[in-house]
């Protein structure tokens, strides 16, 4: 497998050159095209003024002209810097809102780039819970990058977190790419004297195995979570300690009524990363 399209969000966050910068790095270190997706949400807005068509206000002209300029405005910023890097890029705008228009699109991807939530900002609230909703729907990988610090590689030290799940197992398969270019690849398996039947006689070795033979430099670490720390923070801890510059995972689910809800993990890391992270569910 190796990714040959990458669709990254445009918009107008403070976080997006960040974002630009690091999706155009992936997708020229792996000979890929890149799709900068920047979307309006007026066809939500149309439909939503044409089921109160009676005594309802419609948008102005000058309103829909200004929200599509703001969309333009951000595709233009994404230009500039895929343009910079010397990446194959396009530009894509919509009228979908994000949520939708993103996980349509991403069908007809290989990896998606979107941004960590950042409470400071200010936006509709269902902005805030972007990056899960991609995770759980759109299909593919979703590549998080965090809304502090600075992060245009990723291509050093990569942190596997590995549970012998499917969700974990997908992450994995999906992250070959990057797993395959990166200098040195750590396999974390926590806990795994409490996973009963989830390894086999040694933790992590069949998975390793499987990674070395794909040419993945790798390395199994055994941790236990220590006390009072859950998983999500103690991943994180590891990651800080051995300056890894990339985390995969699998985005856990659980299916309640007809919602799916996060697993407290992917939660926790969503909330706190502080470094990019491969999630596929």
Not at 12 to 22: F, I, V
Not at 64 to 72: E, F, H, L, W, Y
Not at 214 to 233: C, K, S
């Amino acid at each position: 497998m190796s990714y040959k399209n990458i669709l990254v969000h445009a918009d107008l966050s403070p976080h997006a050159a960040q974002r630009y910068a690091l999706a155009s790095q992936v997708a020229l270190s792996h000979n890929a095209h890149l799709v900068g997706a920047a979307f309006t949400g007026l066809a939500v807005e149309i439909y939503r003024n044409a089921a109160f068509a009676y005594g309802s206000v419609m948008l102005a002209p000058e309103d829909v002209q200004a929200i599509t300029d703001r969309a333009d405005q951000a595709l233009t910023s994404f230009v500039a810097k895929a343009d910079a890097t010397g990446a194959s890029y396009e530009r894509r705008l919509s009228d979908d809102d994000a949520e939708t228009g993103l996980v349509l699109q991403a069908r007809f991807t290989d990896l998606l780039v979107v941004s960590q939530s950042d409470p400071e900002l200010d936006g509709p609230d269902w902005l805030r819970s972007l990056p899960e909703h991609l995770a759980l729907h759109s299909g593919r990988p979703v590549l998080l990058v965090p809304y502090a610090g600075s992060h245009e590689r990723i291509d050093q030290h990569a942190l596997v977190a590995w549970d012998g799940s499917r969700a974990a197992t997908r992450a994995i398969t999906d992250a070959l790419p990057l797993l395959r270019q990166s200098r040195r690849v750590t396999l974390a398996v926590f806990n795994a004297d409490r996973q009963h039947g989830a390894h086999g006689e040694q933790p992590g070795a069949d998975i390793a195995l499987y990674l070395a033979r794909h040419g993945v430099r790798v390395e199994v670490a055994q941790q236990h979570t220590p006390a009072g720390l859950d998983i999500g923070n103690a991943l994180l801890s590891l990651a800080a300690d051995c300056d890894a510059d990339l985390l995969v995972m699998g985005a856990y689910g659980h299916q309640r009524w007809r919602e799916i809800v996060l697993g407290g993990v992917t939660r926790r890391v969503l909330q706190s990363m502080t470094l990019p992270v491969l999630m596929a569910h």
